[in-house]
């Protein structure tokens, strides 16, 4: 079981890559998402200042909407399918998964009967910053991913 807590957090400049793709398509969006921001935020000599993230906008559907990158310490200048987007601040609830994503489900049921719990509305749009490197471990039971979901 994860623990939740409220929190209140400041906005954060990001550099992002947005899609409306299939759930399967997610990884590879990503993977191009990452790489471009990084190649634009060093072209613009910026400086990362967070862990990679996905931001959804709505629930998904037949298709999930995304936008994909990383928090960067000015606003980015758009360069190609990168553009500049902010994380909103105020009050959150944050909660951190471990285990694999095909089982991040789990965690947001948990979340969103942890909030009715308390009383606490969810607002629309929540992200999900990716903490692990799979690349550096690739046991997907180590992983860990910080949920962050405002409230309304």
Do not use: K, N
């Not at 807590?5 to 409306?20: C, G, K, L």
């Not at 965690?107 to 009715?116: F, I, S």
Request: hydrophobic share 45%.
């Amino acid at each position: 079981m994860t623990t939740f807590s409220v929190e209140t957090i400041a906005p954060q400049h990001t550099a992002v890559v947005r899609a409306d793709v299939p759930v399967a398509e997610l990884p590879a969006v990503f993977a191009r998402a990452f790489h471009e921001v990084m190649r634009a935020v060093a072209a613009q000599s910026l400086t990362v200042t967070g862990p990679p993230f996905g931001f959804y906008p709505r629930m998904p559907t037949a298709t999930v909407e995304v936008a994909a990158g990383f928090p960067v310490s000015a606003p980015v200048a758009a360069d190609g399918d990168v553009t500049a987007m902010e994380l909103p601040g105020g009050r959150v609830i944050t909660g951190i998964h471990i285990g694999s994503f095909d089982e991040m489900e789990r965690t947001y049921r948990e979340l969103t009967e942890w909030a009715a719990s308390q009383g606490l509305q969810l607002a629309e749009g929540m992200w999900e910053s990716y903490l692990t490197d799979p690349s550096v471990h690739p046991d997907p039971a180590t992983w860990r991913t910080l949920i962050t979901w405002p409230v309304a």
